[in-house]
């Protein structure tokens, strides 16, 4: 996930020129929506679970480079969706985009939730539940950090680039030559995701503009995602 900047108009006030009941009601739209599309991740993500059929199919493409497929198309997907959010104005679209994230992200997680559920015997509420009140934690306080102090992380987009392409170019070589990326990359990966959640929420507080709020929630979502991910890549490595 890419940090993207959002290209405002006349026609909307920037966030930080606006009075602070106007920020507070911004905040808490875009909270509200990250709020609902994690929601609506769990839905999806429980009727895919229950579609056996697909379930096999995405975990027998974890194998060679069926994976990395896999992975090309679902950045096409997550890319295409967080510019249309954060290049429009028209809200149906922009609401589009978030649904489009959101469903990429539940087909992204099957093989993972799969694996987790194996692993626990078919009663994955431990481990899948502590990695998820761990992400929330990691996640309310950094974005605490950011909205409390109001510092500027913008400066974190160039370093936060090149992490991704070095991630990306590290799970490449992984599957080239068939070494497994361990506990190492997913702490790496780990920070990396912290890092994008200060430089989102940073974007929320300095950068963006006040229709711009289900776009704000789009690439924090994202953010908790990858927390999420390797949060629970490690979790698992250690039951």
Request: zero cysteines; a negative charge.
């Given at each position: ?154 400066f974190l987009r160039s370093f936060l680039a090149i992490g991704f392409v070095i991630a990306v170019g590290a799970i490449i070589a992984g599957m080239i030559f068939g070494f497994n990326l361990g506990l190492v990359f997913s702490a790496g990966m780990i920070v ?48």
């Amino acid at each position: 996930m890419q940090p993207i900047e959002y290209k405002q108009t006349p026609n909307y006030q920037p966030l930080i020129e606006v009075t602070d009941d106007t920020r507070a009601a911004f905040y808490r739209k875009a909270y509200a929506h990250v709020a609902l599309a994690t929601l609506l991740f769990i839905i999806v993500e429980t009727i895919l679970l229950r579609i056996e059929p697909l379930v096999e199919f995405m975990v027998s493409l974890t194998q060679g480079w069926s994976w990395l497929l896999v992975l090309g198309a679902f950045m096409f997907a997550t890319n295409y969706a967080e510019k249309l959010a954060h290049t429009t104005h028209d809200k149906t679209k922009q609401y589009l985009a978030l649904l489009l994230f959101v469903v990429a992200e539940a087909v992204i997680f099957i093989p993972l939730l799969t694996i987790a559920i194996t692993y626990t015997q078919g009663e994955p509420s431990s481990i899948i539940n502590q990695a998820a009140i761990m992400t929330l934690a990691l996640f309310t306080g950094l974005s605490a950090v950011v909205l409390i102090t109001k510092k500027d992380f913008s400066f974190l987009r160039s370093f936060l680039a090149i992490g991704f392409v070095i991630a990306v170019g590290a799970i490449i070589a992984g599957m080239i030559f068939g070494f497994n990326l361990g506990l190492v990359f997913s702490a790496g990966m780990i920070v990396l995701a912290a890092g994008t959640i200060l430089y989102q929420t940073s974007q929320l507080v300095h950068n963006y503009s006040t229709d711009q709020y289900v776009g704000a929630s789009l690439g924090l979502f994202a953010s908790l995602m990858l927390l999420f991910w390797y949060i629970l890549s490690i979790f698992m490595s250690n039951d």
